[in-house]
């Protein structure tokens, strides 16, 4: 099977920064998009930002030209910094990739991480 771990996640002052990380492990053939989705207490889900196996970057327009996310498709990784963050960015920030294929004849799965808090608050 296939797993998401999430890292990166915590407590950060208005204004400030932080990293998201998410590996995917597993027998993985191949990853066509990764990327984080968010969720605030009493809200829905939203997607944050995506990237695909080619470098194609998405945002969300409340994230736009503050959250960057990259993508390193040898270690199967996905990065998303997070700067200028705001006490609205405050969620529970999940991983995911779509697109998968496993080894051997596989169809598409899309996976999740458990996902990881971050707080931003003074």
């Known amino acids: 099977q296939v797993q998401l771990v999430e890292s990166g996640g915590g407590l950060v002052q208005p204004g400030g920064s932080l990293r998201l990380s998410c590996a995917a492990s597993?027998?993985?053939?191949?990853?066509?998009?990764m990327g984080w989705y968010r969720q605030a207490p009493g809200k829905q889900r939203e997607s944050v930002a995506s990237i695909t196996k080619g470098g194609s970057t998405n945002y969300a327009d409340s994230v736009q030209g503050r959250f960057t996310i990259s993508r390193d498709n040898a270690k199967n990784t996905v990065y998303l910094e997070m700067n200028s963050l705001k006490p609205e960015d405050t969620a529970v920030y999940y991983c995911?990739?779509?697109?998968?294929?496993?080894?051997?004849?596989?169809?598409?799965?899309?996976?999740w991480g458990q996902g990881t808090q971050v707080t931003v608050s003074s």
């Open positions: 597993g027998s993985i053939f191949s990853i066509n998009s």
């Open positions: 995911t990739a779509g697109g998968v294929r496993l080894v051997g004849p596989s169809p598409e799965y899309r996976y």
